[in-house]
Nanobody, 126 residues
Framework: QVQLVESGGGLVQAGGSLRLSCAAS????????MGWFRQAPGKEREFVAA????????RYAGSVKGRFTISRDNAKNTVYLQMNSLKPEDTAVYYC???????????????????WGQGTQVTVSS
């Protein structure tokens, strides 16, 4: 069984920063990409950012580009999301995810990912 465990969420004022971490554990699995989605109350789960596990390719949602940075530590099986200049509209539950099979581009749809963490709450106050 593969487990993805997120940490680092919390409450922050607008303009502040948070760093989310996601550690993968359990059985060895092929890992094409890992990333983050978020879901606000009453809204659909939306893509935030993802990175290929090998190579430097990354992809960001337009709403976070320039403010969020995704990175990974292959040795620790961990992916990070550095979130700067946070806005109230960034408030959501953030989910770590992993995709095990190859694709020509990093997918944006949650249905294209195999594994999910339990989520961590990020709340940005105005």
């Amino acid at each position: 069984q593969v487990q993805l465990v997120e940490s680092g969420g919390g409450l922050v004022q607008a303009g502040g920063s948070l760093r989310l971490s996601c550690a993968a554990s359990g059985r060895t699995f092929s890992r094409y990409a890992m990333g983050w989605f978020r879901q606000a109350p009453g809204k659909e789960r939306e893509f935030v950012a993802a990175t290929r596990w090998s190579g430097g390719s990354t992809r960001y949602a337009g709403s976070v580009k320039g403010r969020f940075t995704i990175s990974r530590d292959n040795a620790k099986n961990t992916v990070y999301l550095q979130m700067n200049s946070l806005k109230p509209e960034d408030t959501a539950v953030y989910y770590c995810t992993a995709r095990s099979f190859w694709s020509s581009t990093i997918p944006l749809s949650p249905g294209e990912y195999d594994y999910w963490g339990q989520g961590t709450q990020v709340t940005v106050s105005s």
